[in-house]
């Protein structure tokens, strides 16, 4: 059974920083491509980053670039985002995406940017 599990999430000042991880259940981690996305409240929910398999290859979105950086440990089976100089505007629900087959979400974490 495939599955995702978001944990880090968690409420952190303006200039402040998190690590989010995200562990991968019941499929060949290490072959598929994963994913980032968030969701703010309104708001449609966004690409943040996406790092390749094998190649580790990363990509992101213009509002995070330069602040987010996203890594996987194969071994372990888990992705990473490791978030710094956060703004109010990165207040959402961060959620994990694995590219296998149709497509896998997590649960999602509550990251929220607040003084």
């Known amino acids: 059974q495939v599955q995702l599990v978001e944990s880090g999430g968690g409420l952190v000042q303006p200039g402040g920083s998190l690590r989010l991880s995200c562990a991968a259940y019941?499929?060949?981690?290490?072959?598929?491509?994963m994913s980032w996305y968030r969701k703010a409240p309104g708001k449609e929910r966004e690409y943040v980053a996406r790092?390749?398999?094998?190649?580790?290859?990363?990509s992101y979105a213009d509002s995070v670039k330069g602040r987010f950086t996203i890594s996987r440990d194969n071994a372990r089976k888990t992705v990473y985002l490791e978030m710094t100089n956060l703004k109010p505007e990165d207040t959402a629900v961060y959620f994990c995406?694995?590219?296998?087959?149709?497509?896998?979400w997590g649960q999602g974490t509550q990251v929220t940017v607040s003084s």
């Open positions: 019941g499929f060949k981690f290490s072959d598929y491509g």
């Open positions: 995406f694995a590219d296998y087959k149709m497509g896998y």
């Open positions: 790092v390749s398999s094998y190649a580790g290859l990363m």
